[in-house]
């Protein structure tokens, strides 16, 4: 009989925990894709916990907890590339699969090991330590001030701040990340909430510059920009790998939504785009302004004044708020195809999916007219997310800007402003490394 | 079934559940496992929490209150003011501009509080 239901549950979608290191966002993203894979945003509701790609050793202690986190039965998969062997180090139970190959088949059979009996379910890695003793003053660890009496395990209930009604309530201090579901990978938000509204924030340093990317390949939307700051690249190429970067961030962004489905047609879209099909893009304009996306949850959220975006190069971010600045301007190639930058005026989360939809479809009509031009070499380049040159990222110059935006939001905007964005850690540490001149392998 | 009467009924009912959740029960995992420290905490992205998650803080019940008076608690005045306004007339009228301006400053409130809004 247990068998008879374990064979049952063998068979329902896998439940995984994703997490996306450096080298693997694609192939994470592309789970999405397989019904037979169903991404949770918890571990408590995940039977598997993947981790693809090059991660930093300050991470590693986040990774055991999130693994500790999961119920049982619970295993682990690691798709990395050989000198992903860190990984085994820190979570020592994990299946490894390999990173370039269909990670889906993997877990499905890990999960189906696991639920038949096969395999034991993972033990804790972490130690079974409280932070502190839950102490009253009592003999008994009883008694004192505060709800509890006592300070539960070392964590201090919450202190106490005016609230805009003229009431003094808790505000609660809350570390977000570096692996959140809806943030990108590696970003650790310090909030201050009083109920759903964030006082005040701050970001921590980007945990992926410990990282040694020598060793790391490129994702195939990043790669293409990372070669044009070196060596000529075909402009046809360059913006297929735009508007695909540009649809794949949109399928995440329609995912913290809510909107699970049309994030995942978009992301097949994002796979099918080929230069010339502006139309599609179009198609998906009018489909999601019927969704009411853009006026119901976006608008008027996290509105960014064009003065703080003069000078930070900030790419689409920048042009939604109406500063048409663009280095494809500049390259003699783009100006014989006519090119001039797309802008929004707004400046809010919902100008920023315009936006990028509008780059998407200018990107694919420019790859389908380009032919043969290539780039010019310049060392930098209009990468999806601004301006990208050796030393430095756009991701690296929004950082500084997150805090003073969220401060005032709901929950729920602060997550959709900090999605706007499109942060992408992993290539802020990547262009931190190049040395200007060198070709990238 | 109509020999055992409607307390017959009810204990057959009882024991069917009973056997049912005795058999997931034997079903189920019965190893005796105590959760570790770090598989008790609340999940936030992979860091501990700082403090802990019994926290008060305002949910603004109080809005909902606002909205629920002056769209539903109108409806409850204005029931027994159909039945008599043709009776009372311009009196009943005046008395519901009143009530139903009143109301209103409550709605502008509400509106200033983005109760109104969708997301």
Known sequence: MRQFLARIAAGAPVPVFAIAGAGAREQVQDLRLNPGVRLVDSPRE??????????????????????DAMSHPRCTVVAASPEGRDLHAWLPDATAVALHEPIAGGLVDVHRGILRGDRPSEPALLPDVEPAPWRGVGPFGQGGTGM????PYGRPMADLLDDRDGLRLDILPLTVGPFFPRFPSGLILQATLAGDVVVESAIEANPFTDLDFEMVTPSPTLGPFLRALSAPVPIAELELARARSHLRWLADALVSQGLHALGVRVLALAARVRPGDGEEVRKLERLLRGTQVFRWSLGGVGPIAAERLIAIAAGPVARASGIAEDARADDPAY????????????????????????????????????????????????????????????????????????????????????VSLDLDLEEAALAAQLTAGVPVA | MSLLGPLGVTLVVFVGALVVVLILWWLGDRSPRTLTAPERAPFAGGLPPAVHAWSRYHARYYVMALVFLAFDMEMVYMYPWAVVFVREGVVAMVEMAMFITILLIGVLYTWRERALEWA
């Open chain 1, 46 to 67: 995940a039977n598997v916990l993947l981790v693809a790609g090059a991660m930093p050793e300050s991470l590693a202690e986040p990774l055991q907890r999130i693994h």
């Open chain 1, 148 to 151: 509890t009496g006592g300070t």
């Open chain 1, 335 to 418: 100006r014989e195809l006519g090119f001039t930058p797309v802008t929004q005026r707004a400046g809010d989360a919902a100008a920023r999916w315009r936006q990028r939809l509008a780059e998407a479809e200018q990107a694919l009509d420019l790859a389908g007219r380009a032919g043969p031009r290539q780039t010019e070499v310049r060392g930098q380049v209009e990468g999806p997310r601004g301006l990208l040159l050796a030393e430095g990222a756009p991701t690296g110059r929004l950082y500084e800007l997150v805090p003073e935006l969220l401060a005032g939001l709901e929950w729920g905007d602060a997550i959709a402003t900090i």
